[in-house]
């Protein structure tokens, strides 16, 4: 079964990795207090240079599909413009 010599059934054997068995000798742990710790430490910086670093590795990629977007985008909204205006009602006017 678990270590630590004879178990019967329904014996807590003790917790995963301590499955009854003497503690370990010679493990030494550290720890650091949460008051004590920096979690955003150089998060400004990193994102700077990371966010740089990463678009321009990316921007073949997704660059001309964003300028082909925004032509269409502005092509539409002229359209729309001059469809709603005065000439272009009195062109179209007939074709609904």
Not at 8 to 32: A, D, F, H, I, R
Not at 38 to 65: E, M
Not at 75 to 82: L, M, Q, R, S, V
């Amino acid at each position: 079964m678990g270590g630590g010599g004879e178990k019967k059934p329904g014996q807590y054997m003790g917790s995963w990795g301590n499955l009854g068995s003497p503690p370990q000798k010679g493990v030494t742990t550290y720890g650091l207090s949460q008051n004590r710790q920096k979690p955003l430490a150089g998060v400004t910086n990193a994102a700077i240079f990371n966010t740089w670093r990463r678009t321009r590795a990316q921007i073949l990629y997704w660059g001309p599909a964003m300028l082909i977007a925004y032509s269409l985008m502005g092509w539409a909204t002229e359209k729309n413009d001059y469809l709603n205006s005065k000439p272009g009602r009195a062109e179209f006017a007939g074709q609904e």
